[in-house]
């Protein structure tokens, strides 16, 4: 059965969001926008609350989906992800920073779970 979404679609999909985080951060920081730094944090918080989730070992696929596809330099998308949780420990948002790592090791390790179940 094919996956629900292809590796082009899940290559836009993650190089569009780490890109939208950077630039809010960016916009937040540098800009002094309030505003953005309020979009930010409740992109963050809610990506961190779903990285605990996809921790669980209850959340997966149903056995007969593929396991989704990783995108083109998902290694970059990752490292940009976790240079932006250093960011944010740096310019003084801990938890945030933490709820951001937490959002990319949920998100990693449910694909890992989804592949070692596909392949047996």
């Given at each position: 059965m094919p996956s629900c979404i292809s590796r082009r679609l899940a290559t836009v999909i993650d190089w569009a969001g780490i890109g939208a985080?950077?630039?809010?951060?960016?916009?937040?920081?540098?800009?002094?926008?309030?505003?953005?730094g309020n979009v930010l944090s409740a992109w963050i918080v809610v990506s961190g609350v779903f990285g605990v989730g996809m921790l669980l070992p209850a959340v997966q696929l149903r056995p007969e989906d593929r396991p989704l596809p990783y995108a083109?330099?998902?290694?970059?998308?990752?490292?940009?992800?976790?240079?932006?949780?250093?960011?944010?420990?740096?310019?003084?948002?801990?938890?945030?920073?933490?709820?951001?790592?937490?959002?990319?090791?949920?998100?990693?390790a449910l694909r890992r779970r989804e592949r070692e179940a596909w392949h047996g």
């Open positions: 985080e950077c630039a809010l951060l960016l916009v937040w920081k540098v800009g002094d926008v309030p505003g953005a083109y330099g998902w290694r970059y998308v990752r490292a940009f992800g976790i240079a932006l949780a250093v960011a944010l420990i740096w310019c003084g948002h801990g938890l945030l920073g933490f709820m951001c790592v937490l959002g990319e090791v949920g998100v990693e």
